[in-house]
């Protein structure tokens, strides 16, 4: 169970800072909400995941691709114009080696798969899905999450997934608000109970972050910059209104995303990554571990 | 045949054996290569092993080997801490400090050596096989590792899949002390490119070193009396006590003694061009006179 969550979390931080370009990050790790603004849980228990909506997975762990039309898979463009296709994926994690993956990326959404994990995002539903299995694949469990999208103009340039405008997600626990814009993203996440964080068995903790119950975050650009994620390239800054003195600064710029936080949480530390004009992105998190991609 | 006929074509023949002879890898028809295979086959996962670790200190220099001793002397020093029981631990901050320290200091040299020593690189759907051979089975796309890579596609994917070969500089240095004195400058501390610095021997055996010797009885030590909730951590401690012990995992791996292996850290594929030049200047630094077999870039 650690190698496959250390793997998404990697994948997913990666793709959130290309995607996204902001998170705030304070204590709980910041504001939440992965690219395309995937958030929640609905734990449906183990088996073959029911209910939900319109999710159209097609493929078991371990599938090939999973619910997002392949349209880019041909990879025509370069990637510093658009990032569509199907990517190889490797990363790294502390005395497992390395873990394989598949990426496929669309203006339909993404999915993410390993040998016993499966992210999806229907852009279309809109609505996400994570299934995932235990070390040795005998328990398969599948968590629908409802998605909820307004959207509103912002170039993400060649990061094909619209990011932009107000989501709300939702799952059995918690609620979860993102507005997105291009030079401002502000996020909070309310719990039932008196949860620490955003968590517990309904949530995909080990794949999204964790927001605080109840903070407010903010990433704010403070200066544009030329870059290949369109409107969000440029410096930003992301704090909570917890007080504490915490916080991320993020900047995207050219082919690049880095991020240094200052935060008690696995986002301390500093983040890169580099997309290759011959479609290979690679990377090191906070954390140590470290990514690559080509796109095939 | 006159015996200075005869001479005259021992003389022939050793300089033609002279011209052929294995010097240097990729010089040879036997040189390495990655055979591609396709058709569905299971994937198994890369695992840390002994052999692992044996790869991962070959390729720090002493000085590094020394520093990780140290850190594992601290983390068994706070671990022992804990277990007196007039101890009363109020914070695991120390701890968790050594530990994240380790984990940042040994992981992108640990995933490299995992995968270089997997020995064969499947995608992950298991749909692509790509090894390490000297010789192609026939029918099979193979992509000679000499010189710099074509624009084929599938030859781009097999070198990523199999990217500790694949992504790789290979050199070929003249002298015994040369080879160790270049090997040395690659594995300077500083680079955020370079994941492993091996010459052809440091491949199979474990180099003795005075730093060896506390740095494994730590390990061992820590492999006792850590508490068992940290697996990933553990194991790799229990393949650092254990390194160069049981078998050569790299046994398919046959350089010539002249060649040094420059593996790239897995966060830095996208930047080969940044990991080639860190390579150049370090050589640049040191003064070596090496020959460039194989290069990403």
Same mark, same amino acid.
């Given at each position: 169970?650690?190698?496959?969550?250390?793997?998404?979390?990697?994948?997913?931080?990666?793709?959130?800072?290309?995607?996204?370009?902001?998170?705030?990050?304070?204590?709980?790790? =910041?504001?939440?909400?992965? /690219? #395309?603004?995937?958030? @929640? !849980?609905?734990?449906?228990?183990?088996? %073959? *995941? $029911?209910?939900?909506?319109?999710?159209?997975?097609?493929?078991?762990?371990?599938?090939?691709? =999973?619910?997002?039309?392949? /349209? #880019?898979?041909?990879? @025509? !463009?370069?990637?510093?114009?658009?990032? %569509? *296709? $199907?990517?190889?994926?490797?990363?790294?994690?502390?005395?497992?080696?390395?873990?394989?993956?598949?990426?496929?990326?669309?203006?339909?959404?993404?999915?993410?798969?390993?040998?016993?994990?499966?992210?999806?995002?229907?852009?279309?539903?809109?609505?996400?899905?994570?299934?995932?299995?235990?070390?040795?694949?005998?328990?398969?469990?599948?968590?629908?999450?409802?998605?909820?999208?307004?959207?509103?103009?912002?170039?993400?340039?060649?990061?094909?997934?619209?990011?932009?405008?107000?989501?709300?997600?939702?799952?059995?626990?918690?609620?979860?608000?993102?507005?997105?814009?291009?030079?401002?993203?502000?996020?909070?996440?309310?719990?039932?109970?008196?949860?620490?964080?955003?968590?517990?068995?309904?949530?995909?903790?080990?794949?999204?972050?964790?927001?605080?119950?109840?903070?407010?975050?903010?990433?704010?650009?403070?200066?544009?910059?030329?870059?290949?994620?369109?409107?969000?390239?440029?410096?930003?800054?992301?704090?909570?209104?917890?007080?504490?003195?915490?916080?991320?600064?993020?900047?995207?710029?050219?082919?690049?995303?880095?991020?240094?936080?200052?935060?008690?949480?696995?986002?301390?530390?500093?983040?890169?990554?580099?997309?290759?004009?011959?479609?290979?992105?690679?990377?090191?998190t906070p954390s140590g571990s470290e990514v690559s991609a080509r796109r095939r | 045949m006159s015996a200075r006929r005869g001479w005259r074509w021992l003389v022939v023949l050793g300089c033609l054996l002279l011209a052929i002879?294995?010097?240097?890898?990729?010089?040879?028809?036997?040189?390495?290569?990655?055979?591609?295979?396709?058709?569905?086959?299971?994937?198994?996962?890369?695992?840390?092993?002994?052999?692992?670790?044996?790869?991962?200190?070959?390729?720090?220099?002493?000085?590094?080997?020394?520093?990780?001793?140290?850190?594992?002397?601290?983390?068994?020093?706070?671990?022992?801490?804990?277990?007196?029981?007039?101890?009363?631990?109020?914070?695991?901050?120390?701890?968790?400090?050594?530990?994240?320290?380790?984990?940042?200091?040994?992981?992108?040299?640990?995933?490299?050596?995992?995968?270089?020593?997997?020995?064969?690189?499947?995608?992950?759907?298991?749909?692509?096989?790509?090894?390490?051979?000297?010789?192609?089975?026939?029918?099979?796309?193979?992509?000679?590792?000499?010189?710099?890579?074509?624009?084929?596609?599938?030859?781009?994917?097999?070198?990523?899949?199999?990217?500790?070969?694949?992504?790789?500089?290979?050199?070929?240095?003249?002298?015994?002390?040369?080879?160790?004195?270049?090997?040395?400058?690659?594995?300077?501390?500083?680079?955020?490119?370079?994941?492993?610095?091996?010459?052809?021997?440091?491949?199979?055996?474990?180099?003795?070193?005075?730093?060896?010797?506390?740095?494994?009885?730590?390990?061992?030590?820590?492999?006792?009396?850590?508490?068992?909730?940290?697996?990933?951590?553990?194991?790799?401690?229990?393949?650092?006590?254990?390194?160069?012990?049981?078998?050569?995992?790299?046994?398919?791996?046959?350089?010539?003694?002249?060649?040094?292996?420059?593996?790239?850290?897995?966060?830095?594929?996208?930047?080969?061009?940044?990991?080639?030049?860190?390579?150049?200047?370090?050589?640049?630094?040191?003064?070596?006179?090496?020959?460039?077999?194989?290069?990403?870039?």
């Amino acid at each position: 169970m650690h190698r496959i969550p250390s793997f998404f979390r990697t994948t997913m931080l990666v793709l959130w800072v290309a995607g996204c370009g902001g998170r705030s990050a304070d204590a709980g790790a =910041g504001g939440a909400l992965g /690219t #395309g603004g995937v958030t @929640g !849980s609905i734990g449906t228990g183990t088996g %073959s *995941g $029911t209910g939900g909506s319109n999710v159209k997975l097609d493929t078991g762990l371990g599938g090939s691709s =999973g619910a997002v039309p392949d /349209t #880019g898979t041909a990879g @025509g !463009s370069g990637c510093d114009k658009d990032l %569509s *296709g $199907t990517w190889d994926l490797f990363a790294s994690s502390l005395g497992t080696g390395i873990v394989r993956g598949t990426l496929v990326v669309s203006k339909d959404g993404f999915s993410l798969t390993t040998s016993s994990s499966q992210l999806t995002y229907d852009a279309q539903g809109p609505s996400a899905t994570w299934k995932h299995s235990d070390y040795y694949n005998e328990f398969p469990t599948t968590r629908l999450i409802s998605v909820q999208n307004t959207p509103a103009a912002a170039n993400t340039g060649s990061f094909p997934v619209v990011i932009g405008g107000h989501w709300v997600l939702q799952s059995n626990r918690e609620t979860c608000t993102l507005d997105v814009a291009a030079d401002k993203v502000t996020g909070n996440c309310t719990v039932n109970g008196s949860d620490y964080d955003v968590g517990g068995d309904d949530w995909p903790w080990d794949v999204l972050p964790s927001p605080e119950n109840g903070l407010h975050y903010t990433v704010l650009r403070t200066d544009a910059l030329a870059s290949q994620f369109g409107d969000f390239g440029g410096n930003w800054t992301a704090r909570s209104d917890s007080g504490s003195p915490q916080n991320c600064k993020i900047k995207l710029e050219s082919n690049t995303a880095t991020t240094s936080c200052n935060a008690n949480n696995n986002f301390n530390g500093d983040l890169h990554l580099t997309i290759g004009t011959d479609c290979v992105a690679s990377g090191v998190t906070p954390s140590g571990s470290e990514v690559s991609a080509r796109r095939r | 045949m006159s015996a200075r006929r005869g001479w005259r074509w021992l003389v022939v023949l050793g300089c033609l054996l002279l011209a052929i002879r294995p010097s240097a890898y990729g010089r040879t028809p036997q040189a390495l290569k990655l055979e591609i295979a396709t058709g569905q086959k299971p994937v198994s996962r890369e695992r840390t092993t002994p052999s692992v670790a044996m790869l991962v200190l070959n390729a720090m220099p002493e000085a590094r080997r020394q520093l990780l001793a140290d850190s594992l002397a601290k983390l068994a020093a706070a671990v022992d801490k804990k277990k007196n029981p007039l101890f009363v631990s109020l914070d695991d901050g120390e701890e968790r400090s050594v530990v994240h320290e380790l984990i940042a200091q040994t992981m992108p040299a640990f995933s490299a050596a995992a995968s270089l020593a997997a020995g064969s690189w499947p995608s992950r759907e298991g749909d692509v096989q790509v090894r390490a051979v000297y010789r192609c089975a026939a029918k099979r796309q193979c992509v000679s590792l000499d010189g710099t890579p074509g624009n084929d596609e599938g030859e781009r994917r097999a070198r990523f899949l199999a990217w500790p070969l694949g992504y790789a500089v290979f050199l070929a240095v003249e002298g015994r002390a040369e080879l160790d004195k270049v090997a040395e400058a690659l594995r300077a501390p500083g680079s955020f490119q370079i994941g492993l610095v091996l010459t052809s021997a440091e491949l199979h055996s474990l180099r003795a070193s005075p730093a060896l010797l506390p740095l494994q009885r730590n390990a061992k030590h820590l492999v006792k009396t850590m508490p068992k909730s940290r697996p990933p951590l553990l194991e790799t401690l229990a393949n650092l006590a254990n390194a160069g012990t049981g078998k050569d995992r790299l046994a398919w791996l046959r350089l010539p003694p002249d060649t040094i292996l420059v593996v790239p850290r897995l966060g830095a594929l996208a930047t080969s061009d940044q990991f080639v030049a860190d390579v150049r200047s370090r050589l640049r630094a040191v003064g070596a006179k090496v020959e460039w077999l194989a290069s990403p870039k």
